[in-house]
C-alpha cells in the first residue's frame, strides 16, 4: 500500500511539472507572437518607405526615413529575416505543445 501512495505521488509530481512546462511554453508562444506583431508592423511601414522611395515623383517629399543599408542589405530585409525566425520559433512551441500535452494525456 506504502509504495502505491508513494508511486501514485511520484505521478502527481510528474503531472505538475509537465503542467508547468505546458504554461511556461505558452508564455513563450505568446511573447513570439507579440515579437512577431511588432515586426510585421516594422516591416510593413518599411516596405511602404521603399514603395514610396520608388515611385517618388521629383520634387515630391517622401514621408518616411530613409534607413542605410545594414550589411550591404536594406533594413527591411534584416527585420523580414528576423518575421520568418520568429514564425519559425512559434512552429516549434507548437509542436512542443502538443508533445508534452500528448505525453500527457497518453
Not at 17 to 35: H, M, P, R, S, T
Amino acid at each position: 500500500m506504502e509504495k502505491r501512495k508513494k508511486a501514485l505521488k511520484q505521478a502527481q509530481l510528474n503531472i505538475n511539472k509537465e503542467i508547468e512546462l505546458l504554461v511556461e511554453i505558452e508564455d513563450i508562444k505568446d511573447e513570439l507572437d507579440i515579437i512577431k506583431m511588432v515586426l510585421d508592423d516594422q516591416y510593413s511601414v518599411l516596405s511602404e518607405g521603399n514603395h514610396d522611395k520608388q515611385h517618388k515623383s521629383p520634387g515630391t517629399p517622401v514621408s518616411h526615413v530613409s534607413l542605410p543599408d545594414v550589411d550591404g542589405k536594406a533594413v527591411d530585409y534584416h527585420v523580414n529575416v528576423n518575421r520568418k525566425t520568429v514564425e519559425h520559433m512559434i512552429s516549434r512551441t507548437k509542436n512542443i505543445h502538443a508533445a508534452v500535452s500528448f505525453r500527457s494525456s497518453g
